[in-house]
């Protein structure tokens, strides 16, 4: 999928400070005008996977992020390329978004059972291990009594007297904008352009009847806020020789407080007292892996960063890992003993600029002793 050069929230016409609400709003909106499904318009699925795209950016707290502060060289920095998660068609991603209905989009598809969103929601650190989870669902599965063709046992099917066999309806809007056409399918047969007579007394003449199900999805480690995993074939079945919808399973990774992710690395800060960042200090602090030691050598300033390679991330259905990058912050004390006072006030005596002159580090002179 080309990635559009164009100003996502200019593509779904909300301002830089819309809410997650107004954002799923504008886009369902335009979604429904611009869909292949419903549109007539030539560039209609060029202009439904741009706003698509601008959705699955601006809908993930992380990648808005980064939009917002870099633009769409951030979004590539961040490892971000749209759609590089399985998102079937568009009709899929259609049904993705705004489905669990029951029998599908249109008459095209009459066959097929509509598809099943799902969400879960994991911690940081799981996303970065990766897990799995148990995710219940109701999905419509064939009826056992009239074996999924709606009729009560021993009773024929008609034709649909409300679309005469069709299958569809075309309904005539009328707004500001003019007149429309659209096509939908028929609501009394749901598009089989054929009813029961009688119908099914389990099912109501649908053919299906809801059941409960628990899928076990596993998520793979480094996934991202917001993405989705479709399991085909477990959504809603279809009707009578149609294959049963699929599931997409939208994963939440919740923000830990101990760490920021952008794209594949994490950052972290650790404080150092003023005495741990003159003398040099052993500290712990979290990881994803865990609390790590990290030795800081004498005179460490802060804004220093240190790195930890490849403790970062995983790379997301690729290899490796990204980096922690943890930032150094030294704490001033905010209040003193007379006693402490006194000692840093002496101290500050016996300082002269020599003191806080750069130098060849503790370990940079172990290092060279080695040499
Ligand atoms: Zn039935
Ligand atoms: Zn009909």
Same mark, same amino acid.
């Given at each position: 999928?080309?990635?559009?050069? *164009?100003?996502?929230?200019?593509?779904?016409?909300?301002?830089?400070?819309?809410?997650?609400? &107004?954002?799923?709003?504008?886009?369902? !909106?335009?979604?429904?005008?611009?869909?292949?499904?419903?549109? &007539?318009?030539?560039?209609?699925? &060029?202009?439904?996977?741009?706003?698509?795209?601008?959705?699955?950016?601006?809908?993930?707290?992380?990648? !808005?992020?980064?939009?917002?502060?870099?633009?769409?060289? @951030?979004?590539?920095?961040?490892?971000?390329?749209?759609?590089?998660?399985?998102?079937?068609?568009?009709?899929?991603?259609?049904?993705?978004?705004?489905?669990?209905?029951?029998?599908?989009?249109?008459?095209? !598809?009459?066959?097929?059972?509509?598809?099943?969103?799902?969400?879960?929601?994991?911690?940081?650190?799981?996303?970065?291990?990766?897990?799995?989870?148990?995710?219940?669902? /109701?999905?419509?599965?064939?009826?056992?009594?009239?074996?999924?063709?709606?009729?009560?046992? @021993?009773? #024929?099917?008609?034709?649909?007297?409300?679309?005469?066999?069709?299958? *569809?309806?075309?309904?005539?809007? *009328?707004?500001?904008?003019?007149?429309?056409?659209?096509?939908?399918?028929? #609501?009394?047969?749901?598009?089989?352009?054929?009813?029961? /007579?009688?119908?099914?007394?389990?099912?109501?003449?649908?053919?299906?009847?809801?059941?409960?199900?628990?899928?076990?999805?596993?998520?793979?480690?480094?996934?991202?806020?917001?993405?989705?995993?479709?399991?085909?074939?477990?959504?809603?079945?279809?009707?009578?020789?149609?294959?049963?919808?699929?599931?997409?399973?939208?994963?939440?990774?919740?923000?830990?407080?101990?760490?920021?992710?952008?794209?594949?690395?994490?950052?972290?800060?650790?404080?150092?007292?003023?005495?741990?960042?003159?003398?040099?200090?052993?500290?712990?602090?979290?990881?994803?892996?865990?609390?790590?030691?990290?030795?800081?050598?004498?005179?460490?300033?802060?804004?220093?960063?240190?790195?930890? *390679?490849?403790? @970062?991330? #995983?790379?997301?259905?690729?290899?490796?890992?990204?980096?922690?990058?943890?930032?150094?912050?030294?704490?001033?004390?905010?209040?003193?003993?007379?006693?402490?006072?006194?000692?840093?006030?002496?101290? /500050?005596?016996?300082?002269?600029?020599?003191?806080?002159?750069?130098? &060849?580090?503790?370990?940079?002179?172990?290092?060279?002793?080695?040499?």
């Amino acid at each position: 999928m080309a990635t559009t050069g *164009r100003d996502y929230y200019e593509l779904l016409g909300v301002s830089k400070d819309a809410s997650e609400a &107004e954002i799923k709003r504008a886009f369902r !909106r335009l979604a429904r005008e611009l869909h292949p499904d419903v549109s &007539e318009a030539a560039d209609a699925e &060029e202009r439904f996977r741009e706003v698509a795209e601008a959705y699955q950016v601006l809908s993930n707290t992380e990648t !808005r992020q980064l939009y917002d502060r870099y633009g769409h060289a @951030g979004l590539q920095g961040g490892g971000f390329s749209p759609g590089t998660f399985d998102f079937g068609s568009l009709s899929d991603i259609f049904s993705a978004f705004f489905g669990d209905d029951l029998f599908g989009a249109g008459g095209g !598809r009459r066959a097929r059972g509509a598809d099943v969103v799902a969400e879960v929601a994991i911690d940081l650190v799981e996303a970065s291990r990766g897990v799995d989870r148990e995710v219940a669902l /109701e999905v419509a599965v064939a009826c056992d009594r009239c074996g999924g063709n709606g009729a009560d046992p @021993g009773t #024929p099917i008609v034709t649909c007297a409300t679309c005469r066999g069709a299958g *569809r309806l075309q309904q005539v809007s *009328r707004s500001v904008f003019g007149e429309f056409v659209r096509t939908q399918a028929c #609501p009394r047969c749901a598009g089989a352009g054929r009813v029961p /007579e009688r119908p099914c007394s389990e099912c109501g003449g649908s053919g299906r009847v809801v059941d409960e199900r628990t899928l076990e999805v596993t998520i793979p480690p480094g996934i991202h806020d917001g993405q989705q995993i479709r399991i085909s074939g477990e959504g809603h079945a279809g009707s009578v020789g149609g294959r049963a919808g699929d599931v997409y399973v939208r994963v939440r990774v919740r923000p830990d407080e101990r760490f920021v992710r952008e794209g594949d690395d994490i950052f972290s800060t650790v404080d150092l007292t003023i005495a741990q960042a003159a003398l040099g200090a052993t500290v712990t602090t979290d990881t994803l892996d865990g609390p790590a030691d990290l030795e800081f050598e004498p005179g460490t300033q802060p804004g220093q960063i240190r790195i930890l *390679r490849g403790r @970062g991330m #995983p790379v997301l259905q690729g290899f490796g890992r990204g980096d922690h990058r943890v930032l150094v912050n030294v704490v001033v004390p905010h209040r003193l003993t007379t006693e402490q006072r006194e000692l840093l006030e002496r101290f /500050e005596q016996l300082s002269s600029d020599d003191t806080y002159r750069a130098d &060849e580090g503790f370990f940079e002179k172990l290092k060279s002793a080695f040499r």
